[in-house]
Every structure is written in C-alpha cells, then in structure tokens.
C-alpha cells in the first residue's frame, strides 16, 4: 500500500542524464512509495528497447542537427522529443503498480484544462481520437516505472522530419500520416504553457493518490550515480545496439507490433542473428535471438527452433505462436 507519494522536476534537458535519473529513481524508491517525474528533452528521438536506430529515424539528418538518440529501457516504439513536451516517470514497488491509477492523473491534469482526454488501448491518451500522450513500461525485480509523453506544443513538422515511421504500422492504425495521428494540447486549448502543466500534474497526482507530495530537489539526488548511468545511455552500444554482417531480412507486423529479424548465414547455418521489434514485451527478443543461432536457416527448423523456446509467461506464448505461422508461411 502507498503511504508517501513523492514529486521531483528535472532542472536540465540533457536527455542521457533524463534517463540516468529515472533508472536511479527506479532502483532507489521505497516499498511504499510512489514517485512522479517530471523531465524534457532537447531535439530528441527515443527509441524503443528492442529496436533498431537507422530504421526509426534518420540519424545523420538528426544529429546534423545537433539532435540526441536515446534508447530507452522500456519496449515500444520510437518517439520525438522537444520542449513543445512533457514526460512524466510513475516509479512504483511492482505491488503498487496500479495504470489505472497512474493514467488517471494525467488525465485529470489535462482536465483542469477543460479538456477531456480517454484512454485508447494499454498505452495511448487520446482526444477527439488523436493521440497527444503514448506510454511505455519496465520492470526489474520487484521495481516499476511507467513513462509517457505529454504534447503540448511540439512542432509536428520535425516529429515527422526525423521519425520514419513504417507505412505497415501507419495502415494499422487506419491513418495516413504521422501529422494526422497526433495532437497537441495547444490545439484544443490556447494560452496554457509546461509550468501550468506541471503545476495541474502535481495537483492531479495529490488528489489521484490522497496523499500530500513531498518535494525533493534534483540538486539533492546521488551525483556520482547519476554520472555513471549517464554515460551508459551515452554510449554509442547502447544507442545503436548489435549490427550484423546480414545477407536476410525479413518482416512483419503483428496486433502485438512490429518485428525485423536479420540472419548472418553460413552453408546454410545461422551464423548470427539480430531481432528488433517495438513490442512492449521486451525480454522476448533476446530469447528469440538466442533460439534462432545455429539453426538451418530453412521454415521447418526456424519453425522448430522457436517451438522449442520456453517463455515466461502466457503473452509471450502467445507472440511464439504468431513468429511460428509466420516463419511457416515465409519464402526464405
């Protein structure tokens, strides 16, 4: 049970750092307690987990620029950031984890504007069916966070500039572009601006959870931690993750999202393999590269060999099944 709720701002926009915070954040909130977040970034494209920089945007165009690429610690897709944007971190004890309860805050903050927002699957905040706010989750032994956006004045030309959003996930939305399938907030509402925002979140967060926000101070947090993981989510391997030497590509999308699986193929053994995906399951990937090595590359042994893979948990199993009639069905 929650009995301390915990509230805490960003001073900078620096996006490694952002990250850095939220994982010591993660690892340092206590079994009763809840903490909100709130963080920007500068001219940034976040990336899910499990997928690859060059496919979800254009990397030379964005660092030429003087743009970021991050790589996030949760699953999904890839997303742009700039100060038209507020993200927010839920950081919970895995007990405690309540969505409801934490999407409810940011859409009674967005109702203190007078305008009526609505949940649309797990992980997106809608009004008049366009989304301004998508979220993503994580989970490391018994510590949660959930994370999302919060568009409030982005400029919608450079999210569709940097961003190369597959026209597979754009049919499956039933939309024709990115522009037509976000919003901000400032279309709905004039005048408002991030601190009412902010102030609106904190008010939200207090009244959601019934408890009284203790305010802790950015300055205050643990410096030299904070330092090593930013230089972690700095780096250039984890940014970029594996590249193979691959000869195969295949692809697809599924109800559950997007899958590129590339094959480095020896007399006809699977060498190497790299999978990418924006699902928001993210442990299955590497479970699937694993299975996948040394394997023949032909329909019946992909087949078997990702039969063979013992998952975790029924969602997973059900992900399996779908890769299975797929790699069934593929002309390899």
């Known amino acids: ?30 079994k009763n307690q809840c903490i909100l977040y709130l963080w ?39 997303v742009y950031h700039d100060l038209g944007n507020l993200n927010f971190t839920f950081l919970v004890d895995k007990q405690n984890y309540n ?21 649309s699957g797990r992980n997106d905040i809608l009004i008049d069916g366009r989304k301004f706010s998508g979220n993503a989750f994580y989970e490391t ?7 999302g956006t919060i568009m409030l004045d982005v400029n919608i030309e450079d999210l569709s500039k940097y961003l190369t959003v597959s026209k597979e996930k754009l049919m499956s939305k039933g939309v024709a572009s990115v522009k037509s399938r976000v919003a901000n907030l400032t279309d709905f509402k004039q005048g ?21 926000a203790d305010i802790i101070k ?13 230089e972690y989510f700095a780096s250039w391997d984890v940014i970029f993750g594996k590249r ?16 590129l699986i590339q094959f480095c193929v020896e007399g006809g053994i699977i060498k190497d393999t790299a999978v990418f995906s924006d699902a928001m399951k993210t442990t299955f990937i590497p479970e699937l ?7 023949r590359y032909d329909r019946d042994s992909l087949c078997s060999a990702v039969s063979s893979a013992t998952l975790s948990d029924d969602i997973k199993d059900a992900m399996k099944k779908d890769i299975i009639l797929w790699l069934g069905d593929i002309d390899l």
């Open 1 to 30: 049970m929650i009995d301390k709720i915990t509230y805490i701002e960003s001073n900078q926009t620096y996006p490694y750092k952002n990250l850095a915070v939220e994982e010591h954040l993660l690892l340092n909130c206590a």
């Open 40 to 78: 920007q970034n500068r001219n940034t494209i976040v990336i899910g987990r499990n997928q690859n920089a060059w496919k979800e945007c254009l990397v030379s165009k964005l660092e030429a620029d003087g743009g970021f690429i991050v790589r996030r610690l949760s699953g999904g897709g890839a």
């Open 99 to 119: 969505l409801d309860k934490q999407l409810q805050v940011i859409i009674e903050a967005v109702g203190k504007f007078g305008i009526k927002a609505q949940r």
């Open 141 to 147: 032994g018994t510590h949660c966070y959930h994370h």
């Open 192 to 212: 408002i601006d991030i601190e009412m925002l902010k102030r609106n979140l904190f008010e939200a967060f207090q009244e959601v959870y019934g408890l009284k």
């Open 218 to 230: 950015f300055e205050d947090l643990d410096r030299a931690d904070i330092e090593k993981r930013t």
């Open 244 to 259: 193979i030497d691959f000869q195969y590509e295949i692809s697809k999308r599924f109800e559950w999202g997007q899958i």
């Open 289 to 295: 590269e694993s299975c996948l090595k040394n394997c």
